[in-house]
């Protein structure tokens, strides 16, 4: 964020319920202040990385860039999208799922991961659909849509923590989040591209750093030597 804002470029977090724009929640709600018709944790601040950088919670324009669905909502309809916009839903839209408390719904319980994906498919599904029928995506701009997890289902993994790119799997700190499924849509380039190039988080991030014109990567993302590689293939655009 700090290069992005280096740069003259905007950001923002949009984080599905969250409580109020900036919030320093953990959990929301929890069951000392529950909501009525709303299930405990709903919204987690371990799927906010924001949260995670001292510089970013003292921030006095925090509440401006980390904000919730319906500023998203506003955003897309007029087209005014930042330049880099980070959206997570919550742990009902996301396939986390949720199932101590009440008010969970029943596509949202752990227990039924069949209901559980089909519901984070629709949630995820609907919002793309919305981006792609924006102004923003009609315009000349270069936009992409990058879909991806954090990790895979451990217990879908049927064997040892997983990674790629210099991974060690005796490092507790290093053993990888398995094989995930990651999706890039553009508004301009080739269409159905598949990359087997063996590719990670650190990746992904060091592509976005050089969409954006950023050359000095942040930690792990300079590690080519490592097999940390730009996802050039996935964001080739048509000339």
């Not at 408390?101 to 793309?128: E, F, H, Q, W, Y």
Request: proline residues 7%; negative net charge.
């Amino acid at each position: 964020m700090d290069q992005l804002q280096a740069r003259g470029l905007t950001w923002k977090a949009y984080m599905e319920s969250l409580p109020e724009p900036g919030s320093l929640a953990v959990r929301w709600p929890i069951a000392e202040a529950p909501v009525a018709g709303v299930p405990n944790q709903l919204y987690a601040a371990k799927h906010n990385g924001f949260m995670n950088f001292l510089r970013v919670q003292q921030d006095p324009a925090r509440a401006a860039k980390i904000v919730d669905f319906k500023v998203l909502d506003r955003d897309i309809e007029s087209g005014q999208l930042p330049n880099y916009a980070h959206i997570v839903p919550n742990q009902c839209d996301d396939m986390h799922g949720r199932d101590s408390g009440a008010d969970v719904p029943t596509d949202c319980r752990k227990g039924d991961p069949r209901s559980l994906i089909t519901r984070g498919d629709r949630v995820i599904g609907a919002l793309v659909q919305r981006i792609m029928a924006s102004r923003l995506w009609d315009a000349a701009d270069n936009t992409a849509i990058v879909i991806t997890f954090d990790e895979n289902d451990k217990d879908e993994r049927r064997g040892p923590d997983q990674g790629c790119c210099d991974n060690d799997p005796r490092s507790v700190s290093n053993a990888g989040g398995g094989h995930i499924p990651t999706i890039v849509i553009t508004n301009h380039g080739p269409h159905s591209v598949v990359d087997a190039t063996p590719y990670n988080h650190y990746s992904l991030l060091r592509t976005t750093e050089a969409a954006f014109g950023v050359s000095e990567y942040v930690g792990h993302a300079a590690d080519e030597s490592a097999g940390v590689v730009a996802m050039v293939p996935l964001f080739a655009v048509s000339r």
